[in-house]
C-alpha cells in the first residue's frame, strides 16, 4: 500500500481497489498530557486509544447508516485497526467542523466575557477551523471559505446542515446511556462533488459529560459500546 499521509491520530494510505484505509494510532489531541478534543495538536499518548476510537467510529458510522445519513465509511478491521473508506478530497488543505451543544473549552476561553462554560448552545452552534498547526487551526467563516475558493455556499449549506443532523443524531444515541455530548469535531470531503463525512467520529474526538464529569476516551468508549 502507498502511504498518502501520515496525520496527528491515524495514516492514511492508498488500496488498489481504489478505495482509502485509516490506520488508528495511539495519539491524542491535548495539552501538558492532558485530554482535550479542542486542541490542534497531540498532547499525549494513550494506549488502546487508536482501536477505541476505530471502535467507537464503527458504532457510530453503523447508526448513521442505519438512519440513511451517507459517509465514506466502507468497513473495519479491529484487530489491524484500519478502515476502509471511499476517497474522498479535502476541502483546501483540511477542514474542521465543530458543532457545540454546550459552551466550554476553547469556545469560552474565546468568548468568556460573553458566555459562562456550561451555558446551552440551543440547535447547537458549528464552526469551522482551517488544519493548520502553525496557525493554531484558525477559525474561518463561509464567505472567507467561498472567498478563498475552498468550496461554495451550497457546499458549505450543505455540510452545515449534515452537522447539525449527524451531532443530533449522535447526541440521541449517547443519551440512552446516559451521557451528555458537549461539542464533537468532524471532518468533511467531497466524493463526485457530493459532501460527505469522512474520517472519524471518535471518543477522541468528542467531549461528553456524565453526571456533570467529562469522561476519559477510553471510558467514554467502553460505555458507548456497553462494555
Given at each position: 500500500m502507498k502511504?498518502l ?8 494510505f492508498?488500496?488498489?481497489n481504489?478505495?482509502v484505509l485509516l ?6 489531541t ?8 479542542g ?6 499518548t ?10 467507537t ?8 447508516k442505519?438512519?440513511g445519513?451517507k459517509t ?6 479491529l484487530?489491524d485497526a484500519t478502515?476502509?473508506v471511499?476517497?474522498a478530497?479535502v476541502?483546501?488543505h483540511?477542514?474542521e ?5 454546550v459552551a466550554t473549552?476553547?469556545f469560552?476561553?474565546r ?9 446551552p ?6 464552526e469551522?477551523?482551517?488544519k ?9 467563516n463561509?464567505?472567507?471559505?467561498v472567498a478563498?475558493?475552498v468550496?461554495s455556499?451550497?457546499?458549505?449549506a450543505?455540510?452545515r446542515?449534515?452537522?447539525?443532523k ?9 443519551k440512552?446511556k ?9 471532518e468533511?470531503g467531497?466524493n463526485?462533488?457530493?459532501v460527505i463525512?469522512i474520517d472519524?467520529?471518535a471518543s ?10 467529562i ?10 459500546l456497553?462494555?
Amino acid at each position: 500500500m502507498k502511504k498518502l499521509y501520515s496525520g496527528k491520530t491515524k495514516d492514511v494510505f492508498q488500496l488498489e481497489n481504489g478505495n482509502v484505509l485509516l490506520k488508528f494510532k495511539d495519539d491524542c489531541t491535548g495539552k501538558d498530557g492532558k485530554f482535550d478534543p479542542g486542541e490542534n495538536s497531540v498532547g499525549l499518548t494513550i494506549e488502546g486509544i487508536g482501536r477505541a476510537n476505530l471502535e467507537t467510529s464503527i458504532h457510530f458510522f453503523e447508526v448513521l447508516k442505519n438512519a440513511g445519513v451517507k459517509t465514506h465509511y466502507i468497513g473495519a478491521n479491529l484487530d489491524d485497526a484500519t478502515m476502509e473508506v471511499l476517497p474522498a478530497k479535502v476541502f483546501g488543505h483540511g477542514l474542521e467542523v465543530v458543532c457545540r451543544l454546550v459552551a466550554t473549552g476553547s469556545f469560552v476561553r474565546r468568548y468568556g466575557e460573553y458566555i459562562k462554560d456550561g451555558t446551552p448552545l440551543t440547535g447547537g452552534l458549528v464552526e469551522t477551523t482551517f488544519k493548520n498547526d502553525a496557525l493554531g487551526d484558525p477559525l474561518v467563516n463561509e464567505d472567507a471559505l467561498v472567498a478563498l475558493g475552498v468550496m461554495s455556499h451550497e457546499m458549505y449549506a450543505s455540510m452545515r446542515e449534515q452537522t447539525l443532523k449527524i451531532t443530533r443524531i449522535v447526541a440521541e444515541d449517547l443519551k440512552k446511556k446516559n451521557l451528555d455530548l458537549y461539542d464533537i469535531k468532524f471532518e468533511f470531503g467531497y466524493n463526485k462533488d457530493e459532501v460527505i463525512l469522512i474520517d472519524e467520529i471518535a471518543s477522541g474526538n468528542m467531549r461528553v459529560y456524565q453526571n456533570g464529569k467529562i469522561v476519559d476516551p477510553m471510558d467514554l468508549t467502553k460505555l458507548i459500546l456497553g462494555k
